[in-house]
């Protein structure tokens, strides 16, 4: 597998002298071109202006962010983002066809094909025959699938999305999940998803980045290695997952996530230099990421007062 996004150092700080805060700071990771891999971490930690910095919209203040090898500096074309708030994402004035289209405008693609990739991939969402309705037209898990579908009209290496379903019913919740992994398998999308969802978090990654308070540091990088094939109900009564997002839950309690980053020890050998620099296999990153996590979630166990006192 080549590597898709390369962050390194990366840190971002808001304002400047005595009103500066550093919302992230020093995080390296890297992934791989096709992999699905989640955010998780407390709320405020820095996960959105991770994902700013990654886009672009941000400049980071330290470090770098590479895609496919070049710098990011500015938005990239063929990156894309979902954020959460589908109804301020889409263009009300605009048709269902015309908002997916909306990103091809600016490349070099002719009308017709404009209109034949916007309903090849509206096909793809399972909107078949919307393109002619407005957002306002439809259900709220029907405007987030057209926001899905626009990120991946233009075929993005990169797909960035920033708690995609927290607005919606959970049954649209389900089989937005599905979706995601779907389009990831049949078009290969390399996706970074942030979620404060920690079951959403195991059903739908390959891999699951847990960050401490702010200023974000990592402190787990879990290899999700449930099979690729996920069904809402069968996988989630699995022990396998059960017992994945125990091991998750348990590093959010941990006093590693709950220390800010300022005193988080450095980033996990684990995930954060072996996986991320590409140097181990699979099978040593797999063992080396649950070591990791077993023993946050031991200290958690052993040191109760100290969770308490840190949380304090
Ligand atoms: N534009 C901004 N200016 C100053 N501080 C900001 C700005 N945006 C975010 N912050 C601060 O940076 C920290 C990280 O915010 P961020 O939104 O990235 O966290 P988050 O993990 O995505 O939060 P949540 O989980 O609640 O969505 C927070 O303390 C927040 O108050």
Not at 78 to 100: E, I
Not at 107 to 123: F, G, I, P, T
Request: aromatic residues 4%.
């Amino acid at each position: 597998m080549s590597t898709m996004l390369e962050v390194s150092g990366l840190t971002h700080q808001y304002g400047r002298g005595e009103r500066a805060h550093v919302a992230v700071r020093d995080l390296t990771f890297t992934i791989e071109a096709g992999q699905l891999a989640c955010i998780v971490g407390p709320s405020g930690c820095g996960k959105s202006t991770l994902l700013r910095c990654i886009s672009g919209l941000i400049p980071a203040t330290g470090g770098s962010v590479r895609l496919h090898g070049d710098e990011v500096s500015g938005v990239p074309d063929d990156l894309a983002v979902v954020f959460q708030d589908y109804s301020r994402s889409l263009f009300p004035w605009l048709t269902v066809a015309k908002n997916v289209e909306f990103p091809l405008r600016w490349q070099q693609v002719s009308k017709a094909d404009r209109r034949r990739r916007a309903a090849e991939v509206l096909e793809s969402v399972g909107l078949a025959g919307v393109g002619k309705k407005y957002p306002w037209q439809l259900s709220g898990g029907m405007q987030q699938r057209v926001s899905i579908a626009r990120a991946l009209v233009s075929r993005p290496a990169l797909l960035l999305m920033d708690e995609p379903f927290a607005s919606v019913d959970a049954q649209t919740r389900g089989e937005l999940e599905d979706l995601t992994r779907r389009v990831q398998r049949d078009l290969g999308s390399t996706i970074l998803l942030v979620t404060h969802d920690i079951d959403e978090s195991v059903y739908l990654a390959d891999r699951v980045l847990v960050l401490s308070k702010s200023p974000a540091a990592i402190v787990a990088d879990l290899t999700i290695d449930l099979p690729a094939e996920r069904d809402q109900i069968t996988t989630r009564e699995s022990e396998q997952f059960v017992s994945l997002r125990g091991e998750v839950a348990r590093l959010l309690q941990s006093p590693q996530v709950q220390r800010t980053g300022e005193t988080a020890p450095e980033t996990p050998a684990p995930a954060g230099s072996d996986a991320a620099h590409g140097a181990a296999s699979a099978d040593a990153a797999d063992s080396a990421t649950t070591d990791s996590a077993k023993a946050a979630a031991a200290e958690a166990v052993e040191s109760p007062d100290e969770t308490a006192a840190s949380r304090s």
